[in-house]
Each structure stands twice: as C-alpha cells, then as structure tokens.
C-alpha cells in the first residue's frame, strides 16, 4: 500500500499560480502510477492529471489541459502539479492518488476504478 501526503494548498487570484505535491512512501511508490483528483463542493470528484510510473506519459482532462502540469521526481517519490492561469472554477479539494497495480501507464489510474491509495487533500481557492 502507498501513503500519500499532499501539500501546497492555498488560496490565489484568479490567473495566478498554485505548485501542489505528493509525498509517496511505501514499497510501490515509485513504481505506481500516480494522479491528482478534485472534489469542488456539492460535486463529484472529478479526474484533473496522471503521469506513468515512469513519468514518461501524462495524461490530462480537457479542463485543464496547457494550464496544468504533472510531473514526478522519482528518487524523491513525490509528484507534483503545477497549476497556471488559475480559474474560479478551480476552486476545489485536490487528492493524490496511486495505481492499485505496479508498472503502467496513465491512463487507468485516470479512471478512479484502480485507485488503491488517496491522499486527505489539499484546499485550492481562486477567487475572481
């Protein structure tokens, strides 16, 4: 099982920028794929970006695609979130999460069904 750690939370004007991070630890973290999930208030969560085991491969939902940037430090296990030209409706409790299986790329971790480890979130707030 991963343990996740998100930091880097906070609140910011709308266009402005926010970098989140996930600790990882444990015996697959740095063989999991990894993803980062929202949940805004009275709303689903919903799926924002996935990167590979490797990092060789991300993968973006349309929302935030050429604003967001997922990336992942390997020897360090922690994966990072970069978040420009911030929006309102980026407001949100950001999740970490990790790939129930070892090795693959970041695609079905995106799906939230093979979601075997969550962070406890991280509050993002864009005001306009």
Do not use: H
């Amino acid at each position: 099982q991963v343990q996740l750690v998100e930091s880097g939370g906070g609140s910011v004007q709308a266009g402005g920028s926010l970098r989140l991070s996930c600790a990882a630890s444990g015996r697959t973290a740095s063989s999991s794929a990894m993803a980062w999930f929202r949940q805004a208030p009275g709303k689903e969560r919903e799926f924002v970006a996935s990167i590979s085991w490797n990092g060789g491969s991300t993968y973006y939902a349309d929302s935030v695609k050429g604003r967001f940037t997922i990336s992942r430090a390997n020897p360090e296990n922690t994966v990072y979130l970069q978040m420009n030209s911030l929006k309102p409706e980026d407001t949100a409790v950001y999740y970490c999460a990790a790939d129930a299986v070892t090795f693959r790329g970041p695609r079905t971790v995106a799906t939230m069904k093979s979601v075997a480890s969550w962070g406890q979130g991280t509050q993002v707030t864009v005001s306009s």
